[in-house]
C-alpha cells in the first residue's frame, strides 16, 4: 500500500470565487429579535460571511495545516487522508491511537489535541504518556475521496480504519472517538475486538436502540433523547433521507454553508450561547473553507443515509473490549451509566468541568488528560 505526504493547497482562483460567491450573498428576511431560536442568527451570520470574505487569511491557515505531517493512501478504492503523528522521544514504548471525528467536521476535531498527545512531556504531562496518534477523515469528509458509489456506513469504515492501521504496522491500539466517531469506534472494537487494546468514546448518540426492561434513569434518558430528537433532530433526518436536495444549495452559496454548519457549533458547544467562545472566527472559517473547498458538505451528510441502513442488530451488540466514556457538560446528549454499562464494558465514566460535543477542539488540555488517564493501564509494557 502507497503512503505519500500530503498538503491541503487552494489556488488563487478558488479562492477568489469564493470571495465573490460571499460578497453577493442573498440574504433571506428574518423576524424581527428572533436570534437563533428559529435557526442561524442572521445578524451574526452577516458578521461571519463579512469577516470570511474580507479578512480570513487562507494562506496562513494553510500554512498552520502545512506544520501536521499529512498523508494519503487507498483503501478499497477510495483516496484516505490521514494526519500521522508518532510519539515524540517517548521514555516507554507509545500507545498507537486512532482518532475518530463527526459531523460536521474532520479530522480539524483534533488537530489541537495532536501535540498534547504525542508530545506530553512538552506540555507539563507525563513523557512515558505518549501516542503514536493517527487521525483519519471519513470518506467523503475533509480531504479524502467523496465516494462515487454508496458512502461507506460506520461499519465498513472501521474496517478501513483497521487495514489502515495495518498498513501502519500496528497490530494492536486504542481508539478513541465522539459522534459518529463514536460509532465507528464501537464498531472497531466490535469487529476487531482482537486488535483493539481499549475504546474511548465520547457518547453523546441518540439511543439506537430500545431496551425491553429499560431502568428508571434511562427510561428518562431515552425520553429526553425523543424530546431532544423532535425539537433539534430535524438536520439529522434531513440527512438520512434527502441529503442531496439541500447537498445543492449548501455546495453552492458558501453563506448557506456557514449557516449550516455554525449553528451546530454554537447549539452543540459549551459556549454559553456565544459561539465565539469556543471558536476564533479563524477557526470557523477555516473549517468552512476546508468545507467548501473539497465540496464534501453533501458527501458528509450522505453518511447519515449509510448508517440508517445498518442492520438494528448490529446496534444490540454489547462492546467487550475495557470502555471508557467522557460525559463533557455541553454535549448534547449524556447517557446514564447503566445504558453505557447496558451497551459496553465500562472501565471508567467521567464528568469533565468544560467542553462540549468538540471537546478535542474546545479544551484540548481537558480532552488530552482524559485519554492521558484512560489509556495509561493499556500500554505495551517497557
Known amino acids: 500500500m502507497r503512503i505519500e505526504p500530503f498538503r491541503v493547497r487552494a489556488s488563487p482562483a478558488e479562492l477568489a470565487d469564493l470571495r465573490a460567491r460571499l460578497r453577493a450573498t442573498r440574504w433571506p428576511d428574518t423576524p424581527e429579535d ?8 442572521l445578524s451574526y451570520l452577516r458578521e461571519l460571511v463579512g469577516y470570511w470574505a474580507e479578512h480570513f487569511d487562507w494562506p496562513a491557515y494553510e500554512a498552520e495545516l502545512a ?6 493512501t487507498d483503501l478499497r478504492g477510495l483516496g484516505i487522508a490521514f494526519l500521522h503523528a508518532p510519539a515524540v522521544t517517548p521514555a516507554a514504548p507509545a500507545l498507537p491511537l486512532i482518532l475518530c471525528h463527526g459531523w460536521p467536521d474532520s479530522s480539524w476535531r483534533y488537530e489541537k489535541v ?3 498527545l504525542t508530545d506530553p512531556g512538552a506540555h507539563g504531562a507525563d513523557p512515558a504518556d505518549a501516542f503514536d496518534v493517527i487521525v483519519p477523515d471519513m470518506p467523503g469528509y475533509g480531504h479524502s475521496d467523496r465516494p462515487t458509489a454508496a458512502q461507506p456506513d460506520s461499519v465498513a469504515i472501521a474496517g478501513l480504519w483497521a487495514e489502515l492501521m495495518t498498513a501502519l504496522s500496528y497490530p494492536r491500539f486504542g481508539v478513541a472517538g465522539g459522534d459518529i466517531g463514536s460509532s465507528v469506534s464501537r464498531f472497531l472494537a466490535l469487529d476487531h475486538a482482537e486488535r483493539v487494546v481499549a475504546v474511548h468514546r465520547m457518547e453523546a448518540s441518540l439511543p439506537t436502540f430500545t431496551p425491553d426492561d429499560p431502568a428508571p434513569e434511562e427510561q428518562d434518558w431515552l425520553d429526553a433523547a425523543a424530546a431532544w430528537k423532535t ?14 436536495t439541500a447537498a445543492v444549495g449548501l455546495t453552492d452559496s458558501p453563506a448557506g454553508l456557514a449557516a449550516w454548519i455554525v449553528e451546530k457549533l454554537r447549539a452543540w458547544s459549551d459556549c454559553a450561547g456565544d459561539v465565539e467562545r469556543s471558536f476564533t472566527r479563524d477557526e470557523i472559517c477555516g473549517l468552512l473553507t476546508r468545507y467548501w473547498l473539497t465540496g464534501t458538505i ?22 467487550e473490549v475495557p470502555s471508557g466514556f467522557a460525559r463533557f457538560p455541553g454535549d448534547t446528549l449524556k447517557p446514564p451509566r447503566a445504558w453505557l454499562e447496558r451497551t459496553a464494558n465500562v472501565v471508567r465514566v467521567t464528568d469533565p468541568p468544560r467542553g462540549g460535543h468538540f471537546a478535542p477542539f474546545e479544551e484540548p488540555e481537558l480532552y488530552a488528560q482524559e485519554l ?8 505495551p509494557a517497557p
Open 114 to 116: 495532536l501535540p498534547l
Open 34 to 41: 428572533a436570534g437563533w431560536s428559529l435557526g442561524a442568527d
Open 67 to 72: 506544520r501536521l505531517p499529512r498523508f494519503r
Open 298 to 319: 453533501g458527501s458528509s451528510m450522505r453518511l447519515y443515509a449509510a448508517n440508517a441502513g445498518i442492520p438494528a442488530g448490529q446496534h444490540k451488540r454489547r462492546v
Open 372 to 379: 492521558r488517564e484512560f489509556f495509561r493501564p493499556y500500554r
Open 231 to 244: 425539537a433539534e433532530g430535524a438536520y439529522a433526518d434531513l440527512h438520512r433521507t434527502k441529503p442531496q
